[in-house]
């Protein structure tokens, strides 16, 4: 493995190219998005330091049919594909620990596929701070809604609404791209219950933070 950095909006695979790596995020965020004929995207997953970005490598395969690249700058580790498939052998104990992690990520796509069709924006919101300040361990990240807007799949003018409501309810500072998180307790209170069921999920499989 080598230690690298993740700039912003770093893309580590392009839709159905083949995957030269692996990576493993120390402190920053990947986003896993589905692209759409318009452009439009959507998030349907994210992975910070619980996780692995390359898991159709481990599943038998050496492509994606969407994009992932940086959301939260950090570093990470990367492996390339073939030493992986070389290393990482059924019975291995990295090997057991993909395993699980797999269904956890199965989990949490599952989760926010539901959660899409059926949350609020608000709570959405809320649900995708928290998840990125677990990652993170920071109260304090940098975040522009234009990025937040794609991730949600909801117009920018939507995001900086919300935003807006949750500012003035003294929850989060939010200037000039710079997200801060005020009080934790009120955002999981105003959460809907995705962020709970996708983190007790990782924690009972992973051990999480």
Same mark, same amino acid.
């Given at each position: 493995?080598?230690?690298?950095? =993740?700039? *912003? #909006? /770093?893309? *580590?695979?392009?839709?159905?190219?083949?995957?030269?790596?692996?990576?493993?995020?120390?402190?920053?965020?990947? !986003?896993?998005?589905?692209?759409?004929?318009?452009?439009?995207?959507?998030?349907?997953?994210?992975?910070?330091?619980?996780?692995?970005?390359?898991?159709?490598?481990? *599943?038998?395969?050496?492509?994606?049919?969407? /994009?992932?690249?940086?959301?939260?700058?950090?570093? !990470?580790?990367?492996? #390339?594909?073939?030493?992986?498939?070389?290393?990482?052998?059924?019975?291995?104990?990295?090997?057991?620990?993909? /395993?699980?992690?797999?269904?956890?990520?199965?989990?949490?796509?599952?989760? !926010?596929?539901?959660?899409?069709?059926?949350?609020?924006?608000? #709570?959405?919101?809320?649900?995708?701070?928290?998840?990125?300040?677990?990652?993170?361990? !920071?109260?304090?990240?940098?975040?522009?809604?234009?990025?937040?807007?794609?991730?949600?799949?909801?117009?920018?003018?939507?995001?900086?609404?919300?935003?807006?409501?949750?500012?003035?309810?003294?929850?989060?500072?939010?200037?000039?791209?710079?997200?801060?998180? =005020?009080?934790?307790?009120?955002?999981?209170?105003?959460?809907?219950?995705?962020?709970?069921?996708?983190?007790?999920?990782?924690?009972?499989? =992973?051990?999480?933070?």
């Amino acid at each position: 493995m080598e230690s690298i950095f =993740l700039p *912003l #909006k /770093q893309i *580590l695979y392009e839709m159905n190219e083949p995957i030269e790596y692996v990576y493993f995020p120390k402190n920053g965020i990947v !986003s896993l998005v589905t692209i759409m004929e318009d452009g439009a995207t959507a998030e349907i997953a994210t992975v910070g330091n619980e996780g692995m970005i390359g898991v159709p490598v481990f *599943l038998g395969a050496d492509q994606i049919p969407g /994009q992932a690249f940086s959301q939260v700058p950090g570093e !990470s580790m990367r492996m #390339k594909a073939e030493e992986f498939k070389i290393f990482v052998t059924p019975g291995s104990p990295l090997y057991k620990i993909l /395993q699980r992690y797999t269904h956890t990520l199965f989990n949490q796509i599952a989760q !926010s596929a539901a959660c899409n069709c059926l949350h609020s924006i608000e #709570k959405r919101f809320c649900r995708w701070l928290l998840m990125t300040r677990d990652r993170v361990q !920071s109260d304090e990240f940098l975040l522009t809604q234009e990025f937040l807007a794609q991730m949600l799949g909801v117009r920018r003018a939507s995001v900086s609404e919300v935003a807006s409501i949750f500012q003035k309810a003294g929850m989060i500072s939010y200037r000039r791209g710079q997200m801060r998180i =005020l009080d934790r307790t009120a955002l999981e209170a105003a959460s809907c219950e995705c962020y709970a069921k996708v983190k007790q999920e990782f924690e009972r499989l =992973l051990g999480g933070n």
